[in-house]
């Protein structure tokens, strides 16, 4: 199986390449299992989840085609095959299968597939991004956490009979609220589809690099955006479920 | 986790709840938020043109105990400053005064960029900038 370089160059080149067959001590090809002697071959530390599947860095992937390879993959590591095989092998195809199911549930998912790409090349750390809201939906997001809180102090104030039309107004405009920013999440999704399609046109290697990085940047911020909404979304759901 | 004393005051004693006309020529509006927490802040002031000085602030902050009170602590910060002054006031000096710590540090950022985006909204209001000048309170994409 070959490996397909990275195009983020994260992995640095040539580590492929140089990976040799723990048993035969011939070129492995980087693959699961040795080219020449067809041992299973331990997981090497720069392999990247898309290589897992010998996949290029692409944001759009064919989810069927993936799913295919997962079970032809679990099937090849699981461990019925390796009774008979030493402890150590043994041990190699624990670690590729767990690697394996870790891999695909990353990048079945495009959201996760994409954060998962920019958390690799360095442009996404967990919780330590500068965070910023999205500028033109702030009025939006403040009228609604007031009303947020209008319905959540109506709630513990207990209303009196009869006082329940502004409790039921306020859920009504939260409701629509909750609607509209459901369709803002549509809208960023298909806006990080098309930005999918930007970053796999990418051309590979240096003349790329400018380019990579206005893209990364580009899905960052959707991200942001995203799970920003989703919050929102989240948040009023939680709101009008309790009573 | 623990919240500071002052903090704690800030959070149960909110000072300068509230808001302003914000059709005021006088009166600055910064709205910012963070996307990871969902907390927004809303700081209004109320700006003297001739001197310049803030006379009066408030804030309506949506969010954790240390972004309330780190608006809070701007309000009084701000209030008797002149713009200029106010500009000066960094996040690193709210988190001092609150003690807060490392995981807090965002919602004073917060407060920081609240007072920014208040005084170019006034700046704007007043012809002193051009729209491009609010940019300059966003920090950059990066
Ligand atoms: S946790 Fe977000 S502002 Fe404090």
Request: charged fraction near 30%; glycine fraction near 6%; include cysteine.
């Amino acid at each position: 199986m070959s490996v397909t370089k990275t195009q983020t160059g994260i992995t640095p080149a040539g580590t492929q390449q140089e990976a040799v067959c723990w048993s035969c001590k011939a070129p492995s090809g980087g693959g699961h299992f040795c080219a020449a002697c067809g041992k299973i071959q331990p997981l090497s530390r720069e392999a990247d989840y898309f290589a897992f599947f010998a996949l290029p860095q692409k944001l759009q992937i064919d989810e069927s085609s993936l799913e295919q390879r997962f079970h032809q993959l679990s099937w090849k590591l699981h461990p019925d095959n390796f009774v008979r095989a030493s402890e150590y092998e043994r041990n190699l195809a624990l670690e590729r299968s767990s690697e394996l199911n870790d891999a695909y549930r990353t990048l079945r998912d495009p959201i996760s597939r994409v954060e998962y790409l920019l958390l690799r090349a360095g442009v996404r750390k967990e919780g330590t991004t500068k965070q910023q809201a999205p500028p033109e939906l702030l009025e939006e997001v403040f009228e609604l956490n007031e009303s947020l809180d209008e319905l959540r102090e109506a709630k513990s104030e207990g209303l009196p009979a009869g006082a329940g039309g502004d409790l039921t107004e306020l859920r009504a405009k939260l409701t629509e609220a909750q609607a509209n920013f459901q369709e803002k999440l549509a809208e960023v999704d298909a806006e990080l589809k098309a930005v999918f399609a930007e970053w796999d046109d990418v051309p590979v290697g240096i003349e790329g690099d400018a380019a990579r990085k206005s893209v990364m940047a580009k899905l960052n911020e959707l991200l942001n955006r995203r799970s920003y909404i989703r919050n929102l979304v989240r948040n009023v759901g939680i709101e009008l479920e309790q009573g | 986790m623990a919240y500071s004393d002052k903090v704690i005051d800030h959070y149960n004693n909110p000072r300068n709840v509230g808001s302003l006309d914000k059709k005021d020529k006088n009166v600055g509006t910064g709205l910012v938020g963070a996307p990871e927490c969902g907390d927004v802040m809303k700081l209004q002031m109320k700006i003297n043109p001739e001197t310049r000085v803030i006379e009066e602030a408030k804030f309506k902050t949506f969010g954790c105990g240390s972004a309330i009170a780190s608006s809070s602590l701007a309000t009084e910060w701000v209030r008797g400053k002149t713009v200029e002054e106010a500009l000066a006031i960094k996040n690193t000096d709210i988190v001092r005064e609150l003690s807060l710590p490392p995981v807090k540090i965002h919602c004073s950022v917060l407060a920081e960029d609240a007072i920014k985006a208040a005084i170019s909204d006034w700046k704007q209001k007043a012809g002193e900038s051009k729209p491009a000048a609010v940019e300059a309170a966003t920090p950059a994409h990066s």
